[in-house]
């Protein structure tokens, strides 16, 4: 079994994520444990008011982007939907997404990125 708290896992400010504006903060709670699982990792995201996530391509994995407080606009293949609590988002290997925090508020998500199950 494998357990993370943020207790237990520090977490580290940033800036520009794939090229986009403001500031962020995120903590990586799963790292690949190799030949264990498909999941690449898990984190903890919190986007600040006015902040984004440039848009970037997911290759030969997927990430879910699953809402847990604030508000925002999400890009997936030029395409925007707003996103609020409860919101999950799934970006396929392939695909470009980015993210806007829009609200007055912090932003938070929690990350989830896989290797892409691949058919054929």
């Known amino acids: ?70 508000e925002g606009v999400m890009t997936v293949d030029g395409e925007d939907q707003p996103i609020g609590p409860g919101s999950v988002v799934l970006t396929l290997s392939g695909s470009y997404h980015g993210l806007r925090n829009t609200g007055r508020d912090d932003l938070r998500i929690a990350v989830v990125c896989a290797g892409a199950h691949h058919h054929g």
């Open 1 to 70: 079994m494998i357990i993370a708290t943020p207790e237990t896992v520090p977490g580290q400010q940033g800036s520009h994520s794939h090229g986009g504006a403001g500031n962020y903060f995120v903590r990586t709670l799963l790292d690949q444990v190799p030949g264990a699982s498909a999941i690449k990792y898990v984190r903890d995201l919190v986007l600040y008011p006015g902040s984004s996530i440039g848009l970037h391509p997911h290759l030969d994995d997927e990430e879910i982007y699953f809402v847990i407080l604030g």
